[in-house]
């Protein structure tokens, strides 16, 4: 299939171009170590670590995405990425329905309050065990955010508990929580924060705008990507000039300062629907570059194809050539750049409120919840302020995963 | 080499009026401008509002005529007064300015210092625990966000107090102090920040460091290396290392301006009185002149950093000709 070997071509010089993403050629990673019992053993001429023979038996007779999909599998790290990315995403959806509280429901009298967690107690004052329950909360008094445990009140665990009304999605609208305690006892499981709301319930919230934020920035930039590389690549001379201008100069300053400068523009004072939009185009505003640049370089060598001279032989029109018959061709490329970039975005809304110019109290995201820490004394003295980042963390890491998997995966040169 | 250099000076002019541009139509589009604040107090006459408005032009809204209004002196060197404080901008940056190339410094060295030698360790001695160890520390810096890892270093020096939580230098003693102890009180406040910023880089790096030597190491000139029964290490350091690092310091080029907005983050955590936390700040009171000379001092600095790493280059590797 000619198409096919000049993709391959394509995306080796792509990977030339971004020096910084080069991977060495199939050696390195090893995930075919559990496989090779349970398929039949590779020629010895062919032993290497990603047991070629081996993958190229269980491809035979499939689609290329079927054999994406089978590669992606035996990768353990990247299905480990995924498996956390659908629990985090779940989380989020579900968001409502999991989070005993809502997100702006502040207790003011219980500020900092300890995480919860190693509190819940399985064995009552008698040494029996009794379902799982936490003491009443009694402030000591005269002290900032000292608590003691009341051992006069106890509030058994409850599942599907009544609590605040929420919706999931705008679709369903419910009262009944997951989990919770009956009023007035509090279920603080990852503490609370300055003015007493649930830390646990607001990373659940903090999810929605942290986590979408990624996907939406990535789908905008990818679009912008794809048509100024398409018309870039494909029309070639003046055209191609100016937009890979526009694009270097974009790439030349420090993103951060840009998305400030832009941020400014917008001025203040707005709904925290209009801010999640606005973080949302300047992070793609900014991040479409590198991608047009590096679908225009396999435009440049896909638009010498002979089914694109055939295309245009018959008389179909740039647009129709450009959108129906290159830029499919990119498409595997795009899906593994467009999950290494997700972070990009995750990290540039956290950034974005952490400064204070990004998504505002009381609505909660991941940057905004972390600018509590900023305080020294507050962050070594309830160092539990720091929990969202420990999940910004495991989301940044488990997109890292799937998007190396996924490269790996799409990587022709590993499956002849 | 003369007329390279003139020909990447001359490109980076366009480039240059480029950003800047952009950064004035941004600020001029922006709702407001730095006498709003003055506007609400009673005691500020609205003439003196008036004469101030004039004066900097902040009654045009037009894009170009103010651009203009900023580039002519700008070219002659002279890239005006800031509002807020009114001493000229240069003056405010210059300190600023060395205190953020201190810590990209910094965070350069420790990433390179720390790269090298674990990549090639990792290469050499593949899939052995150097390896697995070097892997997973560079999966955790590539993953690990910035803010997180700042505070989580500030949490780790508020408890143990083994290191400052933030600032340049100590605010008491620093007057008292001599050259020696400045200079030891200033590195003992550069380590938490230069961790932070230099963690990324070595994780790139270190990657690519060791990808690179392990192609290297598969060439056919170091099977014949060691078929002429050199040692090992001459085998690494004497033919491998020179090549392999070669695209590293492309890699150099490219960081520079993660390394910047990187910076931004790091020096505002730690109180480093750095060019981004400037840039923050007058961005923030509207400071028109500061934002754009420290946005131009940002670019001129990506370009003479991007003109070191192709000079790096040329030096190092013969092959590569300055033409």
Redesign the interface.
């Known amino acids: 299939m000619p198409d096919r070997r000049t993709l391959e071509e394509a995306s080796r010089e792509v990977t030339a171009e971004r020096?910084?993403d080069?991977?060495?050629?199939v050696?390195?990673r090893?995930p075919g170590e559990a496989v090779v019992e349970t398929l039949p053993p590779a020629a010895p001429a062919l032993a290497t670590p990603f047991n070629e023979a081996a993958l190229a038996l269980a491809a035979r007779g499939r689609s290329p995405s079927e054999i994406i999909w089978l590669k992606l599998r035996r990768n353990r790290t990247a299905m480990l990425g995924l498996y956390i990315l659908i629990a985090l995403y779940l989380a989020a959806v579900l968001a409502g329905f999991i989070a005993p509280y809502k997100y702006d429901d502040a207790d003011h009298d219980l500020p900092f309050h300890p995480p919860m967690i190693t509190r819940i107690h399985l064995v009552d004052e008698q040494g029996k065990f009794s379902r799982p329950f936490v003491y009443g909360i009694s402030p000591v008094s005269g002290e900032h955010a000292t608590y003691n445990e009341d051992r006069t009140k106890k509030y058994p665990l409850r599942l599907f508990i009544k609590g605040s009304r929420y919706h999931i999605l705008w679709l369903i609208h419910s009262d009944v929580h997951l989990f919770g305690v009956d009023e007035p006892g509090r279920l603080f499981l990852f503490g609370s924060d300055i003015v007493g709301q649930d830390i646990f319930s607001r990373i659940l919230y903090g999810a929605q705008v942290s986590l979408s934020i990624g996907i939406f920035g990535i789908i905008i930039s990818m679009l912008i990507g794809m048509t100024v590389g398409g018309i870039a690549g494909y029309f070639g001379g003046v055209t191609d000039f100016l937009l890979m201008?526009?694009v270097?100069?974009l790439?030349?300053?420090?993103?951060?300062?840009f998305i400030?400068?832009?941020r400014?523009?917008?001025?203040t004072g707005l709904s925290s629907m209009q801010l999640y939009l606005i973080i949302v185009i300047i992070l793609a505003f900014i991040g479409w570059a590198t991608e047009a640049r590096v679908i225009r370089g396999m435009v440049l060598s896909l638009k010498e194809q002979e089914y694109v001279l055939a295309a245009r032989a018959l008389g179909f029109t740039d647009a129709r050539i450009i959108i129906r018959h290159i830029l499919p061709n990119t498409l595997s490329f795009v899906i593994v750049t467009a999950s290494l970039s997700v972070?990009f975005y995750i990290?540039g809304e956290?950034?974005l409120s952490?400064?204070g110019v990004g998504i505002q109290e009381p609505e909660a995201s991941w940057?905004n919840m972390?600018s509590a820490?900023?305080n020294?004394?507050y962050?070594?003295d309830f160092?539990w302020v720091?929990a969202p980042?420990?999940f910004?963390?495991i989301a940044?890491?488990a997109w890292?995963f799937l998007g190396d998997g996924l490269r790996d995966a799409t990587d022709p040169r590993t499956l002849s | 080499m003369r007329t390279f250099l003139i020909r990447r000076l001359l490109a980076a002019i366009p480039l240059i009026i480029f950003v800047t541009f952009f950064t004035k139509a941004m600020l001029v589009l922006s709702p407001g401008n730095f006498l709003d604040e003055l506007r609400l107090r009673p005691n500020i006459s609205r003439d003196y509002l008036e004469r101030m408005e004039q004066k900097y032009h902040l009654d045009s809204k037009n894009v170009f005529e103010r651009y203009w209004y900023w580039l002519k002196p700008a070219m002659g060197g002279d890239l005006g007064d800031s509002f807020i404080t009114a001493a000229p901008v240069t003056t405010l940056i210059g300190q600023r300015l060395l205190n953020t190339l201190m810590l990209t410094g910094a965070a350069l060295v420790f990433s390179w210092a720390l790269a090298i030698p674990l990549g090639v360790l990792a290469g050499v001695y593949r899939n052995r625990w150097v390896d697995k160890l070097c892997s997973f520390i560079s999966f955790f810096g590539l993953s690990i966000p910035g803010v997180f890892f700042s505070l989580l270093l500030i949490l780790f020096a508020a408890k143990t107090g083994w290191f400052p939580v933030g600032g340049i230098h100590d605010q008491i003693n620093w007057d008292y102090m001599n050259g020696w102890q400045r200079l030891m009180d200033t590195l003992w406040h550069l380590v938490l920040p230069t961790i932070v910023l230099g963690t990324l880089g070595m994780a790139q790096y270190m990657r690519q460091m060791r990808s690179e030597m392990i192609e290297t190491l598969s060439q056919d000139y170091i099977r014949t290396a060691r078929a002429k029964g050199l040692s090992q290490r001459r085998i690494i350091f004497r033919h491998a290392l020179g090549n392999a690092i070669n695209p590293l310091v492309t890699l150099f080029g490219l960081s520079l301006a993660y390394l910047l907005a990187g910076a931004l983050v790091t020096e505002y955590i730690f109180a480093w009185p750095g060019l981004g936390t400037l840039v923050y700040e007058a961005l923030r009171d509207k400071d028109e002149p500061l934002v754009m000379a420290a946005v131009t001092m940002l670019v001129c600095m990506l370009v003479i950093g991007n003109l070191i790493a192709d000079l790096l280059l040329a030096i190092i590797d013969p092959r590569i000709r300055l033409e």
């Open positions: 020096a910084h080069a991977q060495p050629i050696m390195e090893a201008r526009g270097e100069a790439l030349a300053v420090p993103s951060l300062y400030l400068i832009l400014q523009m917008f001025g972070p990290l956290v950034v952490f400064l940057g972390l820490a900023q020294p004394r962050l070594s160092p720091l980042g420990v910004i963390f940044v890491m890292n």
